[in-house]
């Protein structure tokens, strides 16, 4: 069960909020949901046109949010090395289970490939995981597939040596053509997004750096190095820094006016470099898709 208190002095129609904090649900499921009676406001049931109003609390009963068992979206294996493996994982591909998710994961499908690697890790669900993509971004990611070589990469990660680069499409014209954003961030405990914090307040370290590759007349094209690993940065960062991803329906700015109708984030994880065991800099990139590379197009 999952409780929300809805924040906002201006009111919002209940099914329209929803659609933007369970992000892996469409309208249509809130709605069902809603209507038989597993989403209440304030202790009752109502109706998808329910406008909320400041403190009013949403009860979500989690356990009854299950989604149809889908086919699997299959990543591309980039390469396959006896240490590790090099995936590109496309938009739409949930990394690793969660509670309630009848949906194949990036790992049920590692574990019929490659079974020794459901040995491999800290976490019995995340068998050779030592970074994960939000199921809405595409792009690289490596994978431990013995116990050494998940240590050496995590080691890598703690010291920030591994170096991750995204390409971020964002709304609006960012200024500067190079800035970093470090803003602290924290996890809502209402709304379970992450919060950039003001410097000096309580969060996580987290540094971001862009760079830009091309301006638009409504939007910025960026080159993303990823400082830090934590869970949402990106997203997270560039609402707060206030110019959000394309795309994204959680961290998003409520008064923007989204022309561009895309079913996912435009973030791809497109570099990727680490040391293997051999001690040697393995270096991995990987093209836009297809998808968002026309949209660039289109906006040119």
Do not use: C, W
């Not at 909020?17 to 249509?28: G, Q, V, W």
């Not at 707060?240 to 329906?249: N, Q, R, S």
């Amino acid at each position: 069960m999952k409780t929300i208190i809805y924040q906002s002095e201006s009111p919002e129609r209940l099914d329209k909020f929803l659609n933007l904090e369970l992000t892996d649900f469409s309208r249509s499921q809130i709605q069902k949901l809603i209507k038989e009676g597993f989403i209440l406001v304030n202790g009752q049931t109502t109706n998808n046109h329910y406008g909320l109003k400041q403190g009013d609390k949403i009860i979500i009963r989690k356990t009854e949010l299950e989604q149809e068992e889908k086919i699997l979206i299959e990543p591309e294996i980039i390469q396959e090395a006896d240490d590790y493996l090099i995936i590109n994982k496309p938009a739409g591909l949930i990394v690793h289970p969660t509670e309630g998710l009848k949906e194949k994961t990036l790992t049920d499908y590692l574990k019929e490939r490659y079974p020794e690697i459901a040995q491999v890790g800290d976490d019995p669900l995340r068998p050779g995981l030592v970074h994960r993509l939000d199921k809405d971004v595409s792009g690289l990611m490596i994978l431990a597939r013995n116990q050494k070589m998940f240590m050496h990469l995590k080691e890598q990660f703690q010291n920030r040596t591994i170096e991750k680069k995204y390409l971020a499409l964002v709304h609006g014209q960012v200024l500067n053509d190079h800035d970093i954003i470090n803003f602290p961030l924290k996890r809502s405990k209402l709304s379970g997004k992450m919060v950039s914090k003001p410097k000096g307040e309580a969060g996580k370290d987290s540094i971001t750096e862009f760079d830009i590759k091309q301006r638009f007349v409504n939007y910025t094209f960026l080159d993303v190095n990823l400082k830090t690993g934590r869970s949402h940065q990106i997203r997270a960062h560039l609402q707060a820094y206030g110019h959000p991803l394309v795309g994204d329906k959680l961290y998003k700015n409520k008064k923007l006016k989204v022309k561009i109708e895309l079913n996912r984030i435009f973030l791809h994880s497109y570099y990727l470099s680490f040391t293997d065991l051999a001690g040697e800099i393995q270096t991995f990139e990987q093209p836009l898709p297809d998808q968002l590379n026309d949209i660039l197009k289109k906006l040119t």
